[in-house]
């Protein structure tokens, strides 16, 4: 089975602060895909990438910035967290040939004070 | 753009009672969307729970079932006894022609012992 793995697990930062989330996957994956998870809200997705090198934006990337280093690799930056950021971060991925399952991580819960 | 919406925040069942959780869909690029339910236990990330991408078919897994009704655009999901274990955040989604999968809201299940 696919498996997504997140770090760190929690992460508490201030107003102005730099964070980077991490995501690896070992199932040679093409797509990964960075989500945030509000109340009230579904999975909102931030940025995806289909390939090491390769950046696509979501429907919420205004604030976020991603890297793709390698097939395995998948970060997601904030260089000036704010408070509406404050969010359950979810990393997935999934094949190419098989769109329709997403692998997801255990999730980065993200506190901006 | 498309949507999901499950009208249920939270949902108290008694071990062995049915349940059903409730959700509709909105499609715009085609008529007939894939649609998934993805589960996320504790702790955890999601995980496909089952999947139907032919109108008027039913999926099944794990003792749970959805079927695809395309008149009402629902796409419900139910279970005939519960258990403890089934305690978790359920989520609905669709996707239409691209990558991308649109959820709804989630309903967090909590079964009394």
């Known amino acids: 089975e696919a498996a997504v793995t997140q770090s760190p697990r929690n992460k508490v930062t201030v107003t102005g602060g730099n964070v980077t989330l991490s995501c690896r996957q070992t199932?040679?994956?093409?797509?990964m895909y960075w989500y945030r998870q509000d109340t009230g809200h579904g999975l909102r997705l931030i940025h995806y990438s289909y390939g090491a090198g390769n950046l696509q934006i979501g429907d919420v990337p205004d604030g976020y910035k991603a890297t793709r280093t390698t097939q395995e690799d998948f970060f997601l930056l904030l260089e000036l967290a704010s408070p509406s950021q404050t969010s359950l971060y979810f990393c997935a991925s999934s094949d190419s040939q098989n769109q329709d399952t997403q692998y997801f991580g255990p999730g980065t819960r993200l506190l901006v004070l | 753009g498309d949507s999901v919406t499950q009208t249920e925040g939270q949902v108290t069942v008694s071990e062995s009672k049915s349940l059903i959780i409730n959700c509709t869909y909105s499609?715009?690029?085609?008529?007939?969307?894939?649609l998934f339910w993805y589960v996320r236990y504790p702790g955890e990330g999601l995980q496909l729970l089952l999947k139907v991408i032919t109108a008027g078919q039913k999926g099944s897994s794990r003792g749970f079932e959805a079927t695809y009704n395309k008149e009402t655009t629902s796409f419900h999901l139910q279970k005939a006894s519960v258990q403890e274990s089934d305690s978790a955040v359920y989520y609905c989604a669709l996707r239409d022609m691209g990558y991308k999968l649109t959820f709804g809201t989630g309903t967090s299940l909590l079964v009394d012992p």
């Open positions: 499609a715009t690029s085609i008529a007939y969307p894939n």
């Open positions: 199932n040679s994956h093409n797509y």
